[in-house]
């Protein structure tokens, strides 16, 4: 479950980042709490979520192309310390009393725009500390690392901005950089596996949509996670909702349905870090049991079974994450990681200005319930739709066999015509 921790350099990234996220959940509760006190509108905190993702929407398949051009170690260096800055500023107009909101929506955004570059570039890094063997366990523990920072982050917060104020929470966050770049710089150079940067040259990003859409392994799982990550991943406004609407408890409990979905991720981070190199089954297989446990949360009978409902929701929505990941970084080329990744946080996390207003409004006009049951249903039909179409790509059938045998199978995945081995494979 830990081997990609037997790597040097693997452990300082690893370490600095369990600093970091929890600084990032501390600011994000500081940042809400702040616009809400601020302005005393929930819509408010909205546009500060929005501004935040928009430049991922628009802007972000240029990161990728960054990161492919550029050393990504030293990269990562320039936007850690970046964020650091930002958290830094945003610390000292808040402890001197001279933030508004229209601060807030300006940081918010700065931090979408380094967030660009950041975010594929980090992703593509791991591929450098660690050998290909163990790129999918430390995907998963990246995810796992990412889910205790929520699990910690936000308590902590909480404690911080009743005893000293939101300031406070984002001069932490800004000092939590520290952890990360101390982290790269301590590094050993002769041990990592830096990808040659590639020069500077026209039509970089439009060869980067090429390659994504001449390889079936690569192009189906990517729209799949544009589904996933548009419809799918809209918790924010759903949870609320149901809390409030559905089954009138208040904010402990509203917490804690956030508490369960993030202990489950948790653990399906941790159940991925045990497996080996992820295969499309896998992915398609948990976005479907991901769509289809929404389905069901979304008629749960009490607030309890919602709980647990949303437990094993989060448990299949990291399996199908941290594998998408991995499966699309093992089938790319070195060269074009950069631009894949850059592609995979643009549809996953660049949908949700999309995505969120869609499902908010179908919330306010016909209820929680609703809202729910349509986002799983568009998870578990886009999941349906993209397993057939890459069994049909290569060339696959599913055969049922009543009668096994010793070790044998009841169903198994075959080759229905002379197998497409490159696709075979990553199935």
Same mark, same amino acid.
């Given at each position: 479950?830990?081997?990609?921790?037997?790597?040097?350099?693997?452990?300082?990234?690893?370490?600095?980042?369990? #600093?970091?996220?929890?600084?990032?959940?501390?600011?994000?509760?500081?940042?809400?709490?702040?616009?809400?006190?601020?302005?005393?509108?929930?819509?408010?905190?909205?546009?500060?979520?929005?501004?935040?993702?928009?430049?991922?929407?628009?802007?972000?398949?240029?990161?990728? !192309?960054?990161?492919?051009?550029?050393?990504?170690? $030293?990269? +990562?260096?320039? *936007?850690?310390?970046?964020?650091?800055?930002?958290?830094?500023?945003?610390?000292?107009?808040?402890?001197?009393?001279?933030?508004?909101?229209? /601060?807030?929506? !300006?940081?918010?955004? +700065?931090?979408?725009?380094?967030?660009?570059?950041?975010?594929?570039?980090?992703?593509?890094?791991?591929?450098?500390?660690?050998?290909?063997?163990?790129?999918?366990?430390?995907?998963?523990?990246?995810?796992?690392?990412?889910?205790?920072?929520?699990?910690?982050?936000?308590?902590?917060?909480?404690?911080?901005?009743?005893?000293?104020?939101?300031?406070?929470?984002?001069?932490?966050?800004? +000092?939590?950089?520290?952890? #990360?770049?101390?982290?790269?710089?301590?590094?050993?150079?002769?041990?990592?596996?830096?990808?040659?940067?590639?020069?500077?040259?026209?039509?970089?990003?439009?060869?980067?949509?090429?390659? =994504? $859409?001449?390889?079936?392994?690569?192009?189906?799982?990517?729209?799949?996670?544009?589904?996933?990550?548009?419809?799918?991943?809209?918790?924010? *406004?759903?949870?609320?909702?149901?809390? /409030?609407?559905? @089954?009138?408890?208040?904010?402990?409990? /509203?917490?804690?349905?956030?508490?369960?979905?993030?202990?489950?991720?948790?653990?399906?981070?941790?159940?991925?870090? $045990?497996?080996?190199?992820?295969?499309?089954?896998?992915? =398609?297989?948990?976005?479907?049991?991901?769509?289809?446990?929404? =389905?069901?949360?979304? @008629?749960?009978?009490?607030?309890?079974?919602?709980?647990?409902?949303?437990?094993? *929701?989060?448990?299949?929505?990291?399996?199908?994450?941290?594998?998408?990941?991995?499966?699309?970084?093992?089938?790319?080329?070195?060269?074009?990681?950069?631009?894949?990744?850059?592609?995979?946080?643009?549809?996953?996390?660049?949908?949700?200005?999309?995505?969120?207003?869609?499902?908010?409004?179908?919330?306010?006009? /016909?209820?929680?319930?609703?809202?729910?049951?349509?986002?799983?249903?568009?998870?578990?039909?886009?999941?349906?739709?993209?397993? =057939?179409? +890459?069994?049909?790509?290569?060339?696959?059938?599913?055969?049922?066999?009543?009668?096994?045998?010793?070790?044998?199978? #009841?169903?198994?995945?075959?080759?229905?015509?002379?197998?497409?081995?490159?696709?075979?494979?990553?199935?």
């Amino acid at each position: 479950m830990f081997s990609s921790l037997r790597i040097r350099n693997y452990r300082y990234y690893f370490a600095g980042q369990v #600093v970091s996220n929890t600084g990032t959940w501390m600011q994000r509760i500081a940042q809400d709490w702040l616009v809400l006190s601020l302005t005393g509108s929930p819509f408010a905190v909205g546009i500060t979520t929005a501004m935040q993702f928009l430049p991922m929407l628009l802007l972000g398949l240029w990161g990728g !192309v960054l990161a492919d051009r550029l050393p990504k170690r $030293r990269l +990562l260096i320039a *936007t850690q310390g970046v964020m650091g800055l930002l958290a830094a500023g945003l610390a000292v107009l808040t402890v001197t009393g001279t933030v508004t909101a229209g /601060y807030v929506y !300006v940081f918010a955004l +700065l931090l979408g725009l380094v967030t660009v570059v950041d975010n594929p570039t980090r992703q593509a890094f791991v591929s450098e500390m660690v050998p290909a063997k163990d790129l999918s366990n430390a995907v998963s523990l990246n995810a796992a690392n990412f889910q205790t920072a929520r699990l910690v982050g936000p308590a902590v917060a909480g404690l911080l901005i009743a005893a000293v104020g939101s300031g406070w929470a984002f001069a932490v966050n800004a +000092l939590s950089f520290a952890a #990360v770049i101390g982290g790269m710089l301590a590094m050993r150079e002769s041990e990592l596996r830096p990808v040659e940067p590639v020069a500077r040259r026209g039509g970089q990003l439009r060869e980067g949509l090429r390659y =994504v $859409r001449e390889r079936p392994e690569l192009l189906w799982p990517m729209v799949l996670a544009g589904f996933i990550g548009t419809f799918g991943f809209n918790f924010p *406004t759903l949870l609320s909702g149901f809390a /409030y609407d559905t @089954f009138k408890v208040g904010a402990g409990e /509203y917490g804690l349905l956030n508490t369960a979905m993030a202990v489950g991720s948790l653990a399906g981070a941790l159940l991925a870090a $045990r497996r080996g190199a992820p295969r499309l089954r896998r992915l =398609v297989g948990a976005a479907l049991a991901f769509g289809a446990l929404e =389905v069901l949360a979304a @008629f749960a009978p009490g607030y309890w079974t919602f709980a647990l409902l949303l437990t094993l *929701t989060g448990v299949f929505g990291l399996t199908f994450n941290t594998s998408v990941n991995s499966a699309l970084q093992l089938a790319t080329e070195p060269a074009m990681r950069g631009r894949v990744m850059g592609l995979l946080v643009l549809v996953f996390t660049g949908g949700t200005p999309i995505g969120a207003p869609i499902v908010g409004w179908v919330t306010d006009v /016909y209820g929680p319930r609703v809202g729910l049951l349509a986002c799983g249903l568009v998870s578990a039909a886009a999941a349906g739709t993209v397993a =057939v179409v +890459l069994a049909r790509a290569a060339g696959l059938k599913v055969r049922v066999d009543l009668h096994p045998g010793a070790g044998g199978r #009841v169903v198994t995945v075959v080759p229905r015509t002379l197998p497409k081995d490159d696709l075979v494979a990553a199935c």
